[in-house]
């Protein structure tokens, strides 16, 4: 898919190159003013729109943005916490070294995890029962 963007492109910035040639030979011939005409000038400013036109569309950004594939869009969700959360001091249930509060993530279906800085394991946290 990549490389057909990327022979898109090419054709048309070379389609786009041969507009603004033409265009600039259309404007030359026009601003002679022994044979120039308003009507060979015109020819000429089209021709020289529409190269810049087909450029800036060959070059456009394509949608699929970073992080993403063939298009897809990438969707920011957030979410907050039913009750007020604070991590206290906890240990990494493989290494047993103390994890830092500020690692801590809200994932998308609600969880939080944590990153050991140790050991870089990922475990979630688990919220006691308030009842």
Do not use: H, N
């Not at 044979?35 to 020819?43: E, F, P």
């Not at 509060?101 to 029962?129: H, I, N, R, W, Y």
Request: net charge neutral.
């Amino acid at each position: 898919m990549k490389a057909l963007i990327i022979l898109l492109r090419l054709f048309g910035t070379f389609v786009a190159l041969l507009l603004l040639i033409l265009a600039a030979a259309f404007l030359l011939a026009g601003s002679d003013s022994a044979t120039g005409s308003a009507m060979v000038l015109g020819v000429g400013a089209v021709l020289g729109l529409a190269g810049l036109l087909l450029i800036v569309l060959s070059w456009w950004p394509y949608g699929g943005s970073k992080g993403t594939r063939g298009g897809e869009r990438a969707v920011a969700s957030t979410q907050e916490a039913p009750g007020e959360l604070s991590l206290k001091q906890a240990k990494c249930p493989q290494c047993g070294g103390y994890v830092d509060p500020s690692s801590a993530k809200l994932g998308p279906e609600g969880t939080l995890s944590v990153t050991c800085d140790f050991c870089q394991a990922v475990f979630m946290v688990q919220e006691e029962p308030k009842w």
